[in-house]
């Protein structure tokens, strides 16, 4: 079964998974200094803050890009709330400097609908490649990082869950109540998908764009039909990346990339991007 291979490479990726709660009050702030004041200055603090040595400057920049209600998915940990956040975060990059190692974003940022995907590569002191990675970044209404997404590396190879082959079908499918329940086996209630053009949440929602693209553009989703999990909590994948193609009717293809964050097995969030960008 699928589903059975899916487990069993969560059985061989060994994460260290930690929880937290929502900041509770004014005593987890590392710093007094304010909030950055929109999504542009949140970048340049959470990317600051990767080169920044000094420990209390670093974790005040982190946590100044931060919402209050923020989280971290990565393979260290999965965490929820501001601390829990700039704890791990400053972790991570202490880790790095503790290896004679930096974080260094040699291409531009890609931003849209709240969200932002940036690659980068770790080096160590001679300029030497470590890792190659890439970050998927939210943003609540303010402009705060709402949610980090760190895929570093390569991620422990699986097929597709039956969630995520339930996804493939129904966009192929073109009947309202047949895509409907596959959805809802795919998909949490108030799953959220972006792609290039369009920010849709909530399962009818997407039900009735999947039916518009499928009028306009008369394609095929095509999965890959292997996934890379890079976060799990236990035997569940909490963050998976997995290419896609989009087979038009013509003869051309559309290649994406999704990133794709789960909750109880299903997916509560994916944003599907060119695979080219980067």
Known sequence: MTQTRFHLALAALSLAVACGDPDANVADLVCADPSAIDAEEAVWLYLAAWSEEDAFERRCMIQ????????????????????????Q?????ASLFGQGAIRETPNAMETRHQEA?????????SGTLIERGEDWLEFDEEGLLLRIHIFAGQGMEASPSDPLLAWERAW???DDASRADALSEAATEVVRFTDLLTDVRGRDALGAE????QDLLGGTLELSDRVEIFAAVGAEAVLVRQSAEIVLPQGGVIRVVNYVRLRGGRIERLSGFPSSAL
């Not at 100044?64 to 956040?85: C, H, I, M, N, Q």
């Not at 995907?117 to 002191?125: G, Q, Y």
């Open 89 to 93: 975060l400053d972790a991570r990059i």
């Open 172 to 174: 192929n499918t073109r």
């Open 210 to 213: 999947i039916g518009r693209q």
């Open 117 to 125: 995907r940036l690659a980068w590569v770790t080096k160590d002191a």
């Open 64 to 87: 100044r890009s931060l919402a209050v209600d923020a989280g971290f998915v990565g393979a260290a940990a999965s965490v929820e709330g501001r601390a829990a956040t700039v704890q």
